[in-house]
């Protein structure tokens, strides 16, 4: 088996696992790395070779890419505690904790070397945590503190791993360059995600074809990311702050094609990129044992340690971080967005720091030599270390984290999201009813189409908000909502019908497959589900 045909089986394992992973409750991260696993101990598997520095460029800017366009600019600004408080205050002191424990442990590791250990092993992904913790329908509050965590703590522990590797291998190390480095870093971050998310707008107004518009979009989130990388800049920050400014500034409420094409292609894009990603950190497990060898044995009551200082930090973090935060906001008469509100939430966020292919990332991209040649002091030991965190946090909280919900009786409250779904549609109604209005008054509408344009929101205004109208009132919408789904039904099935005789016009001799695929595409777009 060549290393090309085993990229595909991951792929394809990626693709056959989501329904089954979905069916038997199975988070889809912890399954794949279960799979890489599994394959890696087959004899006839290859071991994985990848170039270390080419893991973050290819996985984290798409993935990063995809989960920032589920938020927005103002989202960030509003929980902006709490990316202080876990993605950066947690993320260092995770770090230095690690780095004194690591001292403690294993005192010929250098002090650099130690912070690197913490650098690697601190921040939580963002792929994981959220669909472990989506897996088990956890409030959108604590996905969206997940989510907000993840996206920047990348951002904090990279910067620190690359000053403290740096010292390594060069031997020098001052406290005012790293803090000056990590300023800078973050500034050409930004600079390069405002500077390329406006270029990019700008191309993708002078294509009016979304397919086009969406190919540029995958290639931008590569191009922020070598940039500033080039320019010695937090990659992965830049990734983000395009990403914003293309969701809230470029893209308008009539790029209705580009929402189409694009939210398929990058649901497919995460999919397989995440799949693949957790798969080789389960095939990339046999290479780290046949590089540390019989010392792992060793080694595993070391990493027992540290893993142990991984979870007890986040936990003494959290909980104290909590109720400081909730007095904060009772004082001030305000509360943040996404900040836990009880003991319970905050147990939850504690067991979902799941670590992945970050963590995994940098401990493989670890130099095998400093400046004077010799090895890197202790990369065995922290490549292991690295690995027996990542494998634990996943496999051990990844698959736990559902039973944990479940004692704590902490889940989604879908009545309160169906509340606020249909409170969107309100006004989603009330705004075509004004729209209506203003036509009506300007074009001098025919009245009987006001009419039915008019009772046809109403009705949809009435489903969503049935307590503005009267008991009469409410009757007559069910049997025009009976009437309406009759109607639905019927063109749904005519639909169907269309396109299957375009299916038939399709293999006809001499049919142009394109015209016919623009027909079917359209019947497709009216055969969407509507509110």
């Known amino acids: 088996m060549t290393q090309l045909m085993l990229l595909f089986i991951v792929l394809l394992a990626s693709v056959v696992t989501t329904p089954l992973a979905e069916r038997i409750g199975f988070p889809q991260p912890v399954m794949m790395t279960l799979v890489g696993i599994v394959m890696a101990v087959l004899p006839f598997v290859p071991n994985i070779t990848l170039e270390p520095d080419l893991i973050l460029p290819v996985v984290l800017p798409p993935l990063i890419y995809a989960a920032a366009q589920r938020s927005t600019t103002r989202y960030f600004k509003a929980n902006s505690r709490v990316i202080l408080?876990?993605?950066?205050?947690?993320?260092l002191v995770t770090t230095a904790v690690v780095a004194w424990a690591a001292r403690s442990i294993m005192p010929a590791l250098p002090l650099g070397a130690a912070v690197a250990l913490g650098a690697i092993i601190s921040p939580p992904d963002?792929?994981?945590?959220?669909?472990?913790?989506?897996s088990v329908g956890l409030p959108r509050r604590l996905m969206g503190i997940l989510e907000t965590e993840?996206?920047?703590n990348d951002v904090t522990a990279l910067v620190v791993y690359g000053l403290a590797v740096d010292a390594v291998v060069s031997g020098h190390f001052s406290t005012l360059n790293a803090v000056g480095l990590l300023v800078l870093s973050a500034v050409l971050a930004v600079v390069i995600g405002v500077g390329l998310g406006w270029l990019s707008g700008k191309i993708m107004s002078m294509l009016d074809d979304p397919t086009l518009q969406v190919a540029l979009s995958l290639l931008v989130p590569f191009a922020a990311y070598s940039l500033a990388e080039e320019l010695h800049g937090s990659g992965v920050l830049a990734v983000l702050v395009t990403s914003l400014w293309i969701n809230d500034r470029t893209v308008g409420a009539d790029d209705v094609g580009y929402r189409l094409v694009g939210s398929a292609f990058w649901d497919v894009v995460e999919l397989l990129i995440s799949g693949m990603a957790f798969g080789l950190i389960g095939l990339e497990l046999a290479s780290v044992l046949k590089e540390v060898g019989h010392q792992w044995t060793s080694m595993l009551g070391d990493a027992g340690l540290v893993i142990v200082v991984v979870v007890g930090v986040r936990f003494l973090w959290l909980l104290p971080g909590a109720w400081v935060t909730q007095q904060w906001d009772r004082r001030r008469g305000e509360q943040e967005e996404a900040a836990p509100l009880s003991w319970r939430e905050s147990v939850?966020?504690?067991?979902s720091g799941m670590r992945g292919v970050a963590s995994v990332a940098l401990a493989l991209a670890i130099p095998l030599n400093v400046h004077n040649g010799s090895a890197f002091p202790g990369r065995d030991e922290i490549v292991f270390t690295a690995f027996c965190v990542v494998l634990f946090t996943l496999l051990v909280q990844g698959m736990s984290l559902s039973w944990v919900v479940k004692r704590l009786h902490l889940s989604r409250d879908e009545d309160a999201e169906d509340a606020a779904e249909r409170q969107l549609w309100y006004r989603v109604s009330k705004a075509s009813l004004r729209r209506l209005k203003e036509l009506a008054e300007a074009d001098d509408l025919p009245d009987e189409l006001v009419e039915r344009l008019k009772q046809r929101q109403t009705d949809r205004l009435a489903r969503n908000r049935p307590d503005m109208y009267d008991e009469d009132q409410r009757?007559?919408?069910?049997?025009?909502v009976k009437q309406v789904r009759l109607f639905q039904q019927i063109e749904q099935e005519m639909l169907?019908?269309?396109r299957a005789e375009m299916q038939?016009?399709?293999?006809?001799?001499?049919?142009?497959?394109?015209?016919?695929?623009r027909v079917i595409r359209r019947l497709d777009i009216r055969s969407a589900p509507q509110q």
């Open 150 to 152: 993840g996206l920047f």
């Open 85 to 91: 408080l876990l993605a950066v205050a947690l993320v």
């Open 126 to 134: 963002p792929i994981a945590a959220a669909a472990v913790a989506g």
């Open 496 to 498: 169907a019908a269309g």
């Open 504 to 517: 038939s016009a399709r293999m006809e001799p001499g049919a142009d497959p394109e015209l016919v695929d």
């Open 475 to 480: 009757q007559e919408l069910k049997k025009r």
């Open 348 to 351: 939850v966020l504690w067991w």
